[in-house]
DNA sequence: CGCTAAATAGTACGTGTGTACTAAATTAGT
DNA sequence: ACTAATTTAGTACACACGTACTATTTAGCG
């Protein structure tokens, strides 16, 4: 029978210690990776002591999962605020949240916290589910965008180049985040997305989609 | 004082011995991920001792190396071995290489293994340079193939096109892969990225590259 | 004040970890 | 067949881990 506790954070005192709790897994995470996360490493950067890290997480599952929400919700604020500044037209509001997020990935945080969350996600349910969630919410405003520069598109294939669109963007992370090797070629890298990524929502057809190819690769 | 042994797998004993040991690494790193693997289980998964285990491999670092270089170098044999029978056309080359690249993403092995490795590159050095040597042997086919098709672009530019085309196909990887949500998919986003990438390689221009642009993000 | 609940610290237990060490078994060469 | 090198197994130790539990301190409120 688990002993059961409150910890919710109520008072301002609560909520102060939980913050501290979440800046120090959220450093540990970042500087060390997750492997070396635990919650002794926590309280000591916390700078309380295990029993109370307890007291608000009893269990090291319950911090990841708080952990990860709160990580996430800081990078979804900022993106949120820039959707509401978001222009009518949709090259330029393409424009922007192509060179938000490139020039995001030189972030420190950004650039290890992601990566983590990717192989976690590969083990972790919980992170799986998050990070579909994360990244259906950045396709809506690309998916807005696109639409109206290709009308032709079907929903379904709308879906799929913001998806593109999203996913090849993640994927400078490892190249030209902070303290990578190509970090100071960020706003050129950022440059050559846009261009790229508005003449292929323009000019991309259902038939470039739609076509077969024989592989003649093997999946294990 | 350490205590040196050899291990070095002279005798075929010992090589096959090795290949159990790298093998059921490799599956617990891939089904378990980097904090769940240990030489305790490396050892049960491979059938030997612990001791056995260090007689191979004294401490984890020397099996992680190993384990990395192994994982890595079977990936590049398959590359080599696309490189081989490339075509001279550059469209064609390239069509072939992205084809090759984005659907080995759907590979179980390579969708689970390669988000381990980049975030273990964030905290591990040696994890950092072999990535780094990885990607730039996958770049060189890719600018051959850019510079063919596009002669105006300097050779910084040729490189970042490559860069960009590279990292945009690993980004799909967490979307795409075996067993992502998108995996159905994985066909048509190989589509979406030859048509986009050898739109955008035939004609980027040096001004699209190089144009500064305001930001408005704050780096933390 | 006094009292109740929230917050914090401290301790302890069982388990898993990396790795050092020793000894037995196996293999290979002469 | 003997011998030396290689390979294997087994044991042990110090430490870090997650977590359960208890006791103490602090804060809020009548």
Redesign the pocket.
């Given at each position: 029978?688990?002993?059961i506790?409150?910890?919710?954070?109520?008072?301002?005192?609560?909520?102060?210690?939980i913050l501290l709790i979440l800046n120090s897994a959220k450093t540990i995470l970042i500087e060390q990776g997750y492997s070396?996360?635990?919650?002794?490493?926590?309280?000591v950067g916390a700078?309380?002591?295990?029993?109370?890290?307890?007291?608000?997480?009893?269990?090291?599952?319950?911090?990841l999962k708080d952990l990860l929400d709160h990580s996430i919700d800081e990078f979804m604020d900022e993106f949120e605020r820039l959707r509401l500044g978001a222009n009518n037209d949709p090259e330029l509001h393409l424009r922007s949240i192509i060179n938000f997020i490139v020039l995001d990935l030189g972030n420190p945080t950004t650039t290890t916290f992601y990566p983590e969350l990717w192989a976690l996600a590969n083990h972790d349910e919980y992170a799986d589910k998050l990070m579909d969630e994360v990244y259906a919410r950045v396709r809506i405003p690309l998916e807005d965008c696109i639409k109206q520069l290709n009308p032709a598109l079907s929903v379904e294939q709308v879906q799929k180049v913001a998806l593109f669109i999203s996913s090849s963007m993640e994927g400078m992370t490892m190249f030209v985040g902070h303290g990578k090797v190509w970090n100071d070629s960020i706003q050129q890298m950022a440059n050559i997305a846009t261009m790229s990524f508005l003449a292929m929502a323009r000019n991309i057809t259902s038939e470039d989609i739609e076509k077969e190819i024989q592989t003649g690769s093997s999946h294990n």
């Open positions: 029978m688990r002993n506790r409150k910890g919710t954070g109520e008072s301002r005192r609560g909520k102060e210690t070396k996360l635990s919650m002794r490493k926590v309280a700078q309380i002591s295990v029993g109370n890290l307890q007291y608000y997480y009893p269990s090291k599952n319950d911090l």
